[in-house]
């Protein structure tokens, strides 16, 4: 797999709030420019998502995709990992979440992304970057204009 990329943001939201948003796949579109559709395709025993289609159009990359997910007990994280994919040969994420003082969060992100056409280094790194700055901002958008 290759190095994962790491990013945090805090979000004047409790953790719960935030990891609601975050679970709520179907509300992606609505939020997340660059996801066109999304599909629960199984859940958990305890009705989290486990398996989710994505349809992503983010400019140069489109794609197709099925992430796994991994809900933590504790309700402050969910982890991923790409299970199929068009565009991405694998994806590994996830969102830790660490509550701070007065109902704010800091939400960390990493990611690790391999494409299947070929890509230098440098500017996939970079890309995954922007990725994950794309995402924060928009979680924190999307979860403090609920308020």
Do not use: C, H
């Amino acid at each position: 797999m290759v190095d994962q990329s790491t990013q945090s943001i805090v979000i004047e939201a409790p953790a719960a709030q935030i990891m609601t948003a975050i679970a709520d796949f179907g509300a992606y579109p609505e939020w997340a420019e660059a996801v066109k559709e999304t599909e629960v395709l199984s859940r958990t025993s305890g009705g989290d998502a486990e398996r989710v289609r994505f349809v992503l159009d983010a400019g140069v990359v489109k794609d197709t995709y099925v992430n796994v997910y991994d809900w933590a007990g504790d309700g402050l994280s969910v982890s991923w990992n790409l299970v199929e994919g068009q565009v991405q040969k694998a994806q590994r994420g996830s969102y830790r979440l660490s509550p701070l003082p007065d109902d704010r969060t800091e939400v960390t992100y990493s990611l690790a992304v391999d494409l299947a056409i070929p890509m230098i280094g440098l500017f996939k790194r970079k890309a995954e970057k922007m990725i994950m700055d794309t995402a924060l901002k928009e979680l924190k958008r999307r979860v403090e204009g609920a308020k």
